[in-house]
């Protein structure tokens, strides 16, 4: 399972390290040769070190805004961190950060040792809208996939993918503004005959690499959007698996069902499964 998740993980990954290269070598190659070079090995040299762990908490930072947890949130949620501690999860160590203006209750991983809950979560679980079990289920379902080294290279992929990342947001809003528009709908639905239309044009007139490369990018508006649900599905069924393993699995559906995500009757059969196994272990999750 894990195998075959890390390598849905890569192929997902594919075409935004393929682009941001690009740019990068685009943005480089229009600048003078020492601030060139400087853009270039630095930025290398971050996602190297990244990719080891070096700076992970500071790359969580920056990129989720992620923050250790203050005093007070930190006792609120003892009770949940003691829980999932309880759970024996295994190793790696685990650090638990805050996300300030992070919105919503489930828990997510960031790096290989990182896992980022929402301040909502924490105000959930102070005014009692949220239980200790339900926020124990949320972190540990993020610390199981990090356990699991499932996410172990994302913060470093996201710092080299930083082009994708903005273009990716800027896609993103244009197409929720531009949602409501019919024939834009229409026209983006039917992409693949419009594509078709330019890849026989230029093969016809001489360009067959032109022809090629439209084939690859029009394959990438469907693949990579499909690349990227298939993987967020093999990361929640790494995580509901470990859940039921140790009888957090029904809180987490709960926990689910409260925030709004939609819960369809086989994860939650797999989440409220009865307990197989007797595994030992411990995830430590420590507040940094």
Known sequence: MTASTSLVGWC????????????????AGSMPALPALALVGGLGAATVLLRFGVGEQLACRALHGARSPTAA?????????TRACAAGLG??????????????LVAFACGGSTVVAPRDLVVAVHHGRVTHEQAAASIAHAAAI???????GQVALAVW???????EGVVAAAGRTLRGVALLRMAWRARVV?????????????????AALLVVLIGATYAQPALTRHWHRRLALVGDDTLA???????????LALS??????????????????DRTGGVVLSLT
């Open 12 to 27: 997902r990954a594919l075409v935004p390290i393929t682009v941001s290269g690009v740019v990068l070598l685009i943005a």
């Open 73 to 81: 949130e930190a006792a609120v949620m003892a009770p949940a961190i």
């Open 91 to 104: 190793p790696p160590l685990v650090r638990l950060a805050v996300q300030p203006h992070g919105q919503g």
């Open 146 to 152: 990090c356990s699991a080294g499932l996410t172990r």
């Open 161 to 167: 993918c930083l082009p994708w990342v903005v273009l």
């Open 194 to 210: 419009v594509a078709g239309i330019a890849v026989a044009q230029n093969a016809a007139d001489g360009h067959p690499w032109m």
């Open 245 to 255: 393993e140790h009888g957090l699995g029904g809180h987490y559906a709960g926990l």
């Open 260 to 277: 709004g995500h939609r819960v369809d009757l086989e994860r939650h059969a797999r989440l409220t499964r009865p307990r197989d196994t």
